[in-house]
């Protein structure tokens, strides 16, 4: 019953910025852990950013400074604004959360959405 539908990716120039969001409807009580990954071509899936139930938050290293990861827990929203965007932050991106439950804790993943960088 739960989903998280993620929106807000594109094609942009180098240097630009975009806002993903990703928002969880359902049978939620809670969502606690919220966090963005990406993968591309020939790549891992790389942890982007973290947040926590409380609001503290945890960067990978290519990003920080340039991202930067919010919640609205009104809104059992999540979102990650992209700025100074370099061809190396192609990738897919995807929404995860842990998502409590009546029946218990679940992490669920988003659909993905392309975030494209280049001139």
């Known amino acids: 019953q739960v989903q998280l539908v993620e929106s807000g990716g594109g094609l942009v120039q180098p240097g630009g910025s975009l806002r993903l969001s990703c928002a969880a409807s359902g049978s939620i009580f809670s969502l606690n852990a919220m966090a963005w990954y990406r993968q591309s071509p020939g790549k891992q899936r790389e942890l982007v950013a973290a947040?926590?139930?409380?609001?503290?938050?945890n960067y990978t290293d290519s990003v920080r400074g340039r991202f930067t990861i919010t919640r609205d827990n009104a809104k059992n929203t999540v979102y990650l604004q992209m700025n100074i965007l370099k061809p190396e932050d192609t990738a897919v991106y995807y929404c995860?959360?842990?998502?409590?439950?009546?029946?218990?804790?679940?992490?669920?993943w988003g659909q993905g959405t392309q975030v494209t960088v280049s001139s």
């Open positions: 995860n959360a842990d998502v409590e439950t009546w029946v218990g804790v679940t992490d669920y």
């Open positions: 947040i926590t139930g409380d609001g503290s938050t």
